[in-house]
């Protein structure tokens, strides 16, 4: 086990303990990822409801030969949250000037996974995986060096964070890459409810064994006993706060226990795993705006609405 893995799994038993201990009780969607939610979430990116893998695929596809136009030559391609890497791979057709590729993501399984499929498909590829959490400080690889770095946020991970949450990632990600920087994010867009609930809660189930799998991955690293049959996954649209939430509902009342604490749960109460925020143009400028960035373009794909914004650190 790597430094950073240990500080992963140390930093998961702690979380957890204290997400169950809060009054109203939550988890990090950021531990959805082991290796089983990672291969979970491919499964819920190919399900019909859940729109916008797809659809920022499609619109990557038809913006590459623009986006590739603000890349510069020798550049790094930093990727917050690569999974599988496949969105990566239409940039890296479009824009063979760039000469490094540096995945970043909390999940091992998945990093070694792309990177072994990306090292045989693109060899003169300098390729520099980091397995990290990007909800704190992060330092770029050595072996980039010189390389002037591109920032790429696809998915709509953004929107797992609060909208605080967004804009300390943005500074952060504004200091790693530089000053002079861009960075081009993916983000969902504000929608009708009914496609946003069905993408949340698709009708083979495939979400709700993604939500579930957390439960199940503390019942494997943390000696936890869920019966994840009591947990009902629940998909609401929240309309003020712009999200969509992923919960898990106690079906009865039970306890309990994680590393040897009782947690008690009454009949109907909700574990809060997910946000999932969506955006306007204008609620996006302005979150890029108070974390420093400016966007320079914004692609918008027809209706499921998906955007990606090219945001610059220069003023
Ligand atoms: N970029 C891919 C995958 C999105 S799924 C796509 O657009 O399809 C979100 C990815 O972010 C997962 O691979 C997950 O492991 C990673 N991730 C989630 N929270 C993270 C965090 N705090 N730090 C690093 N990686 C994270
Ligand atoms: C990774 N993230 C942007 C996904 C989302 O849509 O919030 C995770 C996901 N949750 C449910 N389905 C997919």
Known sequence: MTDETAQISEDFADDVIQGLSRPHK??????????AGSRLFEAVCRTREYYPTRTE????????????????????LVEFGSGASLKTRLLLD?????AAYVPVDISPDALERATASL?????ALLLSPLVGDFSSPLSLPADIHGCPPIGFFPGSTIGNFTPDEAVAFLGRARTLLGSNAQFLVGADL?????????????????????????LARINRELGGDFDLDSFAHRAVWN????????????TREQTVHVLGKPFHFAQGE???????????PASFTELAGRAGWRVVRTWISPEP???????????
Do not use: C
């Open 26 to 35: 939550r988890l990090s969607p950021k531990y959805f990822y082991d290796d």
């Open 57 to 76: 695929l499609a619109l990557l596809r038809t913006a590459a030969a623009e986006i590739a136009a603000y890349i510069p030559d020798g550049a790094a």
């Open 94 to 98: 479009a824009a063979p000037q760039l």
């Open 119 to 123: 090292r045989s498909d693109y060899p």
């Open 190 to 214: 504000v929608k009708d409810e009914a496609t946003l609930v069905a993408a949340y809660d698709d009708a083979a189930g495939v979400t709700a064994a993604f939500n579930r799998n957390v």
């Open 239 to 250: 309309a003020e706060a712009q999200r969509m939430e992923m919960w898990l509902i106690s």
């Open 270 to 280: 909700g574990l809060h795993t997910e946000n999932s925020h969506k955006f306007t």
């Open 305 to 315: 609405q998906f955007a990606l914004f090219l945001l610059t650190a220069s003023d």
